[in-house]
């Protein structure tokens, strides 16, 4: 018979008796018995034919009058050896079969094959006779299921597992096994004798055992199916299977915590329920159980890595945090709080567990410039929306670091806040490979008290930001040391960044209880912090914020509230200057950034005096040290006289916005001035009567205040500030054996001319009796370096004589033509070389030496333009660069790949060019 018609008959079957009953026992038996010969080997079974069995034959059980049913059940019919090879075939196909649709029809089926208690009396007497002795088959194969890897459909574990729980529900339930016996109602018997109970309890525990796991499985149909399983289980088998209660117990526990929340609310449901419906002995043996389980856990924590640790320490997390939850319903009985040896093995386990490795997650970006501060009020341009994460050895799955700080969350909020916190101080100070994990856990604890009642909590936060405080991070002033090796500083985590996530956590949860402490924790996350390191400038970043919404404000408002404090703080580490603070240089900006325009810096700039003139005296680190904080204090002056022009022209351009009609009333203002005009020219017109001639000799004097000079103007603040440091860095420009030292004290020499060239009276074409002695202090050291081999101390250099150019062009114009451009053309030419060589292109000194080829270059001519230069002093700046560099230069600049070293700015330099290119022979 051709399969195709086969399947068409079975599923016309299907379709027929789903609209109407089934009265006929005869065909029901008929056709499960055409059906299994059509099953029966050695003929190939199709997928199709397979679920066509499988839903006729649960259609038709399914529209089964109980008469047929009961006919099908009964002992004289011999169904049994039928329903069992039916049975077979299900199990089979549901371990065997790798298609799911098959295995979910087969379990289908045979969950329809379970007759509930209350369909009919009779019926279910009858089935439950029959399939008693198939239950320890039924439920191994069924338990299998769940537990084979091969299997990836979570569909069909969850059916398998809804399906033991049928069978076992049903078959061992406290109705068909009584307590006691009940000699005049010979109906109410036990199936089974007590040996065989015995034995299938024993079994079911073990089956329980097995699927406990899934009670962490991270399929939600999966858990779903169990918790309904044991919901089950505890209705209608509660004393048939007694020795599993403390198993089941353990599954609804690990259920309440589930992340999905209607299972995690149905669990704690039925848990509730459970205890209100015990008995004081149950209660009090539950309680004993959970809290000599939960110092097993806690114990056996650690021994769950190694192999397959993902899945135990799923498994054993989510036991403890179930626990942890659950324990304090048993009220005075609950005494694993209580205990100091539960309480630090269950911390000395989790620090174990919760090792950080040493690579850190990858934050985004890495072309960010945190130096101006900018990313502390505008974090949407500079940081990630997030706060950083860690990255751990053994918690590799979101869900197990999730269960770890829900663990420590409850132990904060818990009764034992005190002790807890006590035991991760002890680990800080004792645990030396473990100190970041001791302090990630203390912070994680401390976010658990925030809604905590308890006296004790705010005196043991005080005692964590003491702790933090004083914490010594070896690691963080490693990466600030200066030695002759280049410096890397990585986005790793270390205990001083934890620290400082945790002081902005203890200080918001404070909020005003320490408002006199608020300055030092700010002195001590900006002092500690480098912003060099993305990771330091992101958790800076959050830290402050927490720290600002504890106390109710933003975090510029927070840091100018307190910048009076950080300015004496900062007078004081510069002044003692013992050990260098690997945060000190973002401390000075935050100082100079912060602070009100007006706010006098007196104090600070004498700080900075007493600074320079330790140059002279400290040693080689210290010397660098001192001309890095040097710089970082001029260019952060520079920003903040930046920002004050920026404001005043703001103010002006509002101002002229606002007046109304300016344009007319300067109009009347105009006619006003000529009518005068007019009526004055009117009146000298006319000749006096005495005439303007007299006798009398001229006696009107010249005005004495045009023979005085003017009188020198006072220098501001700022102009002795940069006259000072001027003077005291330039003598570091020409150290030709410490190149760090020469472009340190480069910048700060470049930024403070240009600063002081806009000052008053130190602007082009005025007095500049200020700026032009320390240009001409300066031009000695400087014009030295334009013959130095390094090529980054050529290029600052020449940033340097370009300011000088553009503030006192007149004054170096015949030095600059002299003293810069002959060995500036020959830098060029050896750059050219080094471009040149393709063996080397590239190399780091390639790439490096093109970049600035490519700005000295199109410089050159901008420095022609800047000076001035009349033709014949440019002409034989132009020959030199025709001799040195030829015709055929061309280097790719850094944005494009246009030619941009024979490109003159000026007319004249274009002309001149033009002539010697195109006329050789007569140049």
Same mark, same amino acid.
């Given at each position: 018979?051709?399969?195709?018609?086969?399947?068409?008959?079975?599923?016309?079957?299907?379709?027929?008796?789903?609209?109407?009953?089934?009265?006929?026992?005869?065909?029901?038996?008929?056709?499960?018995n055409s059906c299994l010969a059509l099953m029966s080997p050695p003929k190939k079974i199709s997928e199709d034919l397979q679920l066509s069995f499988c839903s006729c034959l649960e259609v038709l059980l399914n529209s089964s009058q109980p008469s047929v049913l009961t006919e099908l059940l009964s002992e004289e019919n011999n169904m049994k050896l039928p329903l069992s090879h039916t049975i077979f075939l299900c199990l089979t196909w549901a371990e065997e079969q790798p298609a799911a649709s098959v295995k979910c029809s087969a379990l289908s089926l045979l969950k329809a094959l379970c007759v509930s208690p209350g369909d009919h009396s009779q019926v279910f007497k009858l089935w439950?006779?029959?399939?008693?002795?198939?239950?320890?088959?039924?439920?191994?194969?069924?338990?299998?299921?769940?537990?084979?890897?091969?299997?990836?459909?979570?569909?069909?574990?969850?059916?398998?597992?809804?399906?033991?729980?049928?069978?076992?529900?049903?078959?061992?339930?406290?109705?068909?096994?009584?307590?006691?016996?009940? !000699?005049?109602?010979?109906?109410?018997?036990?199936?089974?004798?007590?040996?065989?109970?015995?034995?299938?309890?024993?079994?079911?525990?073990?089956?329980?055992?097995?699927?406990?796991?899934?009670?962490?499985?991270?399929?939600?149909?999966?858990?779903?199916?169990? &918790?309904? +399983?044991?919901?089950?289980?505890?209705?209608?088998?509660?004393?048939?299977?007694?020795?599993?209660?403390?198993?089941?117990?353990?599954?609804?526990?690990?259920?309440?915590?589930?992340?999905?929340?209607?299972?995690?609310?149905?669990?704690?449901?039925?848990?509730?329920?459970?205890?209100?419906?015990?008995?004081?002995?149950?209660?009090?043996?539950?309680?004993?159980?959970?809290?000599?389980? !939960?110092?097993?856990?806690?114990?056996?924590?650690?021994?769950?890595?190694?192999?397959?640790?993902?899945?135990?320490?799923?498994?054993?997390?989510?036991?403890?945090?179930?626990? &942890?939850?659950?324990?304090?319903?048993?009220?005075?009985?609950?005494?694993?709080?209580?205990?100091?040896?539960?309480?630090?093995?269950?911390?000395?386990?989790?620090?174990?567990?919760?090792?950080?490795?040493?690579?850190?997650? #990858?934050?985004?970006?890495?072309?960010?410039?945190?130096?101006?501060?900018?990313?502390?009020?505008?974090?949407?341009?500079?940081?990630?929306?997030?706060?950083?994460?860690?990255?751990?050895?053994?918690?590799? @799955?979101?869900?197990?670091?999730?269960?770890?700080?829900?663990? +420590?969350?409850?132990?904060?909020?818990?009764?034992?806040?005190?002790?807890?916190?006590?035991? &991760?101080?002890?680990?800080?100070?004792?645990?030396?490979?473990?100190?970041?994990?001791?302090?990630?856990?203390?912070?994680?604890?401390?976010?658990?008290?925030?809604?905590?009642?308890?006296?004790?909590?705010?005196?043991?936060?005080?005692?964590?930001?003491?702790?933090?405080?004083?914490?010594?991070?070896?690691?963080g002033n490693a990466l600030c040391k200066v030695s002759t090796n280049p410096i890397v500083i990585s986005d790793d985590w270390t205990v001083g960044l934890l620290a400082a996530e945790g002081l902005g956590t203890a200080c918001n949860i404070l909020g005003d209880k320490i408002e006199s402490d608020i300055p030092i924790v700010i002195l001590h996350l900006l002092s500690t912090t480098n912003i060099g390191n993305r990771l330091a400038a992101h958790v800076l970043y959050f830290a402050l914020g927490d720290l600002a919404a504890g106390t109710g404000k933003q975090i510029y408002q927070l840091l100018a509230d307190n910048v009076d404090h950080l300015s004496r703080d900062l007078?004081?580490?510069?002044? @003692?200057?013992?050990?260098?603070?690997?945060? %000190?240089?973002?401390?000075?900006?935050?100082?100079?950034?912060?602070?009100?325009?007006?706010?006098?810096? +007196?104090?600070?700039?004498?700080?900075?005096?007493?600074?320079?003139?330790?140059?002279?005296?400290?040693?080689?680190?210290?010397?660098?040290?001192?001309?890095?904080?040097?710089?970082?204090?001029?260019?952060?002056?520079?920003? @903040?006289?930046?920002?004050?022009?920026?404001?005043?022209?703001?103010?002006?351009?509002?101002?002229?916005?606002?007046?109304?009609?300016?344009?007319?009333?300067?109009?009347?203002?105009?006619?006003?001035?000529?009518?005068?005009?007019?009526?004055?020219?009117?009146?000298?017109?006319?000749?006096?009567?005495?005439?303007?001639?007299?006798?009398?000799?001229?006696?009107?004097?010249?005005?004495?205040?045009?023979?005085?000079?003017?009188?020198?103007?006072?220098?501001?603040?700022?102009?002795?500030?940069?006259?000072?440091?001027?003077?005291?860095?330039?003598?570091?420009?020409?150290?030709?054996?410490?190149?760090?030292?020469?472009?340190?004290?480069?910048?700060?020499?470049?930024?403070?001319?240009?600063?002081?060239?806009?000052?008053?009276?130190?602007?082009?074409?005025?007095?500049?009796?200020?700026?032009?002695? !320390?240009?001409?202090?300066?031009?000695?050291?400087?014009?030295?370096?334009?013959?130095?081999?390094?090529?980054? #101390?050529?290029?600052?250099?020449?940033?340097?004589?370009?300011? #000088?150019?553009?503030?006192?062009?007149?004054?170096?114009?015949?030095?600059?033509?002299?003293?810069?451009?002959?060995?500036?053309?020959?830098?060029?030419?050896?750059?050219?070389?080094?471009?040149?060589?393709?063996?080397?292109?590239?190399?780091?000194?390639?790439?490096?030496?093109?970049?600035?080829?490519?700005? %000295?270059?199109?410089?050159?001519?901008?420095?022609?333009?800047?000076?001035?230069?009349?033709?014949?002093?440019?002409?034989?700046? #132009?020959?030199?660069? %025709?001799?040195?560099?030829?015709?055929?230069?061309?280097?790719?600049?850094?944005?494009?790949?246009?030619?941009?070293?024979?490109?003159?700015?000026?007319?004249?330099?274009?002309?001149?060019?033009? &002539?010697?290119?195109?006329?050789?022979?007569?140049?």
């Amino acid at each position: 018979m051709p399969e195709n018609y086969t399947l068409a008959v079975i599923d016309f079957i299907s379709y027929f008796f789903k609209k109407c009953q089934l009265q006929s026992f005869f065909f029901l038996k008929d056709v499960l018995n055409s059906c299994l010969a059509l099953m029966s080997p050695p003929k190939k079974i199709s997928e199709d034919l397979q679920l066509s069995f499988c839903s006729c034959l649960e259609v038709l059980l399914n529209s089964s009058q109980p008469s047929v049913l009961t006919e099908l059940l009964s002992e004289e019919n011999n169904m049994k050896l039928p329903l069992s090879h039916t049975i077979f075939l299900c199990l089979t196909w549901a371990e065997e079969q790798p298609a799911a649709s098959v295995k979910c029809s087969a379990l289908s089926l045979l969950k329809a094959l379970c007759v509930s208690p209350g369909d009919h009396s009779q019926v279910f007497k009858l089935w439950a006779a029959m399939f008693v002795n198939l239950l320890p088959g039924i439920t191994s194969k069924l338990v299998k299921v769940t537990q084979d890897p091969k299997i990836t459909h979570a569909r069909v574990k969850a059916l398998a597992v809804d399906t033991w729980g049928h069978y076992v529900c049903t078959i061992l339930s406290d109705g068909n096994f009584p307590p006691t016996l009940d !000699l005049e109602n010979i109906d109410n018997q036990p199936l089974k004798d007590a040996a065989w109970l015995k034995n299938a309890q024993t079994q079911i525990g073990q089956q329980v055992t097995i699927l406990e796991p899934l009670a962490s499985h991270s399929d939600a149909k999966i858990r779903q199916s169990l &918790l309904t +399983c044991v919901n089950k289980m505890l209705k209608t088998s509660r004393v048939t299977l007694e020795p599993c209660f403390k198993d089941m117990v353990d599954i609804l526990i690990t259920l309440s915590v589930d992340d999905h929340e209607d299972i995690s609310l149905a669990a704690a449901s039925s848990l509730t329920k459970l205890l209100e419906s015990a008995d004081d002995e149950t209660v009090l043996g539950l309680a004993t159980s959970i809290n000599k389980n !939960l110092y097993d856990i806690s114990k056996g924590l650690a021994r769950s890595l190694g192999l397959y640790e993902n899945e135990k320490l799923e498994r054993s997390l989510s036991l403890l945090k179930g626990y &942890l939850t659950f324990v304090p319903n048993f009220g005075s009985e609950a005494t694993f709080f209580l205990s100091s040896i539960h309480l630090r093995t269950l911390i000395q386990s989790l620090i174990k567990v919760s090792e950080i490795g040493e690579t850190s997650s #990858i934050l985004m970006g890495g072309a960010e410039d945190f130096s101006n501060f900018e990313f502390l009020f505008k974090p949407e341009y500079y940081l990630t929306s997030s706060r950083p994460q860690k990255t751990f050895i053994h918690l590799k @799955k979101p869900r197990l670091v999730q269960l770890v700080e829900d663990i +420590c969350y409850i132990l904060g909020s818990s009764e034992a806040f005190y002790i807890v916190v006590q035991f &991760l101080l002890e680990g800080i100070e004792e645990l030396d490979h473990l100190k970041m994990e001791s302090v990630w856990l203390l912070n994680k604890v401390m976010e658990g008290s925030r809604n905590s009642s308890l006296e004790t909590v705010t005196e043991s936060l005080k005692n964590v930001m003491q702790k933090y405080l004083t914490l010594n991070d070896t690691t963080g002033n490693a990466l600030c040391k200066v030695s002759t090796n280049p410096i890397v500083i990585s986005d790793d985590w270390t205990v001083g960044l934890l620290a400082a996530e945790g002081l902005g956590t203890a200080c918001n949860i404070l909020g005003d209880k320490i408002e006199s402490d608020i300055p030092i924790v700010i002195l001590h996350l900006l002092s500690t912090t480098n912003i060099g390191n993305r990771l330091a400038a992101h958790v800076l970043y959050f830290a402050l914020g927490d720290l600002a919404a504890g106390t109710g404000k933003q975090i510029y408002q927070l840091l100018a509230d307190n910048v009076d404090h950080l300015s004496r703080d900062l007078n004081l580490m510069l002044r @003692k200057w013992e050990h260098s603070s690997p945060g %000190l240089p973002t401390l000075i900006r935050v100082v100079l950034k912060v602070s009100a325009k007006d706010q006098d810096q +007196c104090d600070l700039q004498d700080t900075m005096e007493s600074l320079l003139n330790h140059l002279a005296v400290s040693n080689e680190l210290r010397t660098l040290e001192i001309l890095d904080v040097v710089k970082v204090f001029v260019f952060g002056v520079k920003e @903040k006289m930046e920002s004050n022009e920026d404001l005043k022209t703001d103010i002006a351009k509002q101002s002229n916005l606002n007046v109304e009609g300016s344009i007319a009333a300067m109009i009347l203002n105009m006619e006003k001035e000529r009518i005068a005009d007019e009526q004055l020219d009117i009146k000298l017109s006319d000749c006096p009567s005495e005439g303007f001639h007299t006798d009398k000799p001229d006696i009107e004097e010249e005005n004495p205040e045009d023979d005085e000079e003017v009188a020198k103007p006072p220098l501001t603040a700022e102009q002795k500030f940069l006259q000072l440091v001027i003077s005291h860095c330039r003598h570091f420009i020409s150290l030709s054996g410490q190149p760090s030292w020469q472009l340190s004290s480069l910048s700060t020499v470049s930024c403070c001319l240009d600063l002081l060239g806009s000052t008053p009276y130190q602007a082009p074409g005025q007095a500049q009796e200020t700026i032009l002695p !320390l240009v001409h202090q300066t031009w000695h050291p400087l014009r030295l370096l334009f013959k130095s081999h390094n090529i980054f #101390i050529v290029d600052k250099a020449f940033e340097c004589l370009m300011v #000088i150019a553009r503030h006192a062009r007149d004054f170096v114009h015949k030095r600059t033509v002299s003293d810069v451009f002959p060995p500036l053309l020959k830098f060029f030419q050896t750059l050219q070389l080094m471009v040149a060589d393709r063996d080397k292109h590239n190399t780091l000194a390639a790439v490096q030496s093109r970049r600035i080829l490519a700005r %000295l270059s199109a410089g050159v001519w901008d420095l022609l333009q800047l000076l001035d230069l009349q033709p014949l002093e440019t002409d034989p700046i #132009i020959q030199l660069l %025709l001799e040195h560099l030829g015709d055929k230069l061309g280097v790719e600049g850094e944005d494009s790949c246009s030619h941009s070293s024979l490109e003159p700015k000026r007319n004249v330099d274009a002309n001149i060019l033009w &002539l010697k290119l195109n006329h050789k022979s007569s140049c």
